[in-house]
Structures are given as structure tokens and as C-alpha cells.
């Protein structure tokens, strides 16, 4: 079922979570207060665009929330994300409202008012590095498929075997792949082609038999 979506927000991350929503079908309204952003996202996908502030009634009946089945808010205010789902709530009876959050002390307060769901972007940081394994610059988030399948947060530094090496340099086990890169808080989509660089974040997903193997082709031996 197609959905209409309103998302908030002006950073990278709104870019990719525009296109991921309008490829599988879905209607995506942008609202964005920065003129530049507006136009940069205006033509670089096929999402409405909206200029002007979130947290505005009329912004947000422009964008449609009368008829909307989810607003994203995505600012980087936490305050001003809670306003933009308490409108879109109460006034316009959204029935699905998330909204981001950078100060977890933030989280009881947004569940209090009724927002839907609350992503606590610094819980999920933590998290992360809470699941540190043997290797020191390793986490691995989650096994899937009952174990048959890691999926692993790698952080590159200067002394990564991979550094400067493009992806399909890379020697890595057949089935494993990197499915993310996380550069300076934005997201790559690898491609064959993309360098890795120092400080970048990967997500690998592989077997637990070969993972090892796998580091050490990216990170060297422990």
C-alpha cells in the first residue's frame, strides 16, 4: 500500500530516505527552511518540496498533512521536532508521527506527548559502541537469519589495511558485501568504485565462518 509522507528536515539523510520511500511507490512531501537545500532537494529527486518551517501550521497543511499517513520529523532541534509532531497529531490527525531526537534525556518527554515513535539517535550510537568486539574498532550489531548472518560496524583508521583501496578491490569472501558507508554523518551508497577512506564507517554484512577473514582484509590482523 503506497503511502503519503511528510518529512522534515534538510540533511543528507533526508535525501536517501526521499528516494528509498518514492522508489518503492510512496508519496513524499519535503518541508525545508533553507532556500538552497530546498532546490538542491527539488532537483535531485522527485519528492514535493516545501520551503519554509516545519513547525508551521500553514507549511504544513501546504505540504498535505490532512491527508498524510506519516510525518517524519527530522531536524536537528529536538524541540522543534515535538512541535511538529504535536500539530500534525492534534491538529491534522496524522495517524503516524516520528520524531528525531539528539538529547536522550528528550525521549520520556516526546513518548509522554504522544509521538509515535521516538528515534534516540545518541542511544543508538551508544549501543553500538556498548557491542564492542575482539577487534578494537569492531561492533557487531546483530546476527540475523538466526545466526547465520553478522552484521558488522567497522570503523577504518590510518593503519586499515583498506584505506584508499576502491570496494571491488577489495578481497572480501564471496557473499559478503558492504551494504553502508557512514562518511562524516552521511550516508555513501557503495559502489564499486567509491575509495574507502579513514574514519569511514562500514557496515559489513557476512557469515559468521568467514567474518574474521573479512577484517582483517579491512582492518589487518588483531
Do not use: W
Amino acid at each position: 500500500m503506497k503511502a503519503r509522507i511528510i518529512i522534515v528536515g534538510g540533511n543528507k539523510s533526508v535525501y536517501f530516505l526521499a528516494r528509498q520511500f518514492i522508489q518503492r511507490g510512496d508519496h513524499v512531501t519535503i518541508i525545508n527552511r533553507h532556500p538552497i537545500h530546498s532546490k538542491e532537494l527539488a532537483q535531485q529527486t522527485k519528492a514535493t518540496v516545501v520551503l519554509g518551517d516545519g513547525a508551521d501550521i500553514g507549511r504544513l497543511e501546504e505540504a498535505g498533512a490532512r491527508r498524510a499517513d506519516v510525518v517524519l520529523a527530522l531536524t536537528s532541534h529536538d524541540q522543534d521536532n515535538l512541535i511538529i509532531c504535536q500539530i500534525a497529531k492534534k491538529i491534522f490527525g496524522v495517524p503516524r508521527t516520528l520524531g528525531l531526537i539528539n538529547d536522550p534525556d528528550n525521549e520520556v518527554v516526546f513518548q509522554k506527548l504522544g509521538v509515535d515513535v521516538v528515534f534516540n539517535k545518541t542511544k543508538v550510537i551508544v549501543s553500538m559502541i556498548d557491542q564492542i568486539a575482539h577487534f578494537e574498532d569492531i561492533a557487531t550489531l546483530m546476527p540475523i537469519a538466526q545466526g547465520r548472518i553478522n552484521v558488522t560496524d567497522v570503523v577504518l583508521d590510518s593503519a586499515s589495511p583498506a584505506v584508499n583501496k576502491s570496494l571491488q578491490e577489495l578481497e572480501l569472501t564471496e557473499g559478503s558485501l558492504i551494504a553502508c558507508i557512514v562518511r562524516d554523518d552521511e550516508m555513501v551508497v557503495p559502489r564499486g568504485s567509491t575509495r574507502l577512506l579513514v574514519g569511514d564507517h562500514l557496515i559489513l554484512i557476512s557469515q559468521p565462518e568467514t567474518q574474521e577473514k573479512d577484517l582483517i582484509v579491512l582492518c589487518g590482523a588483531s
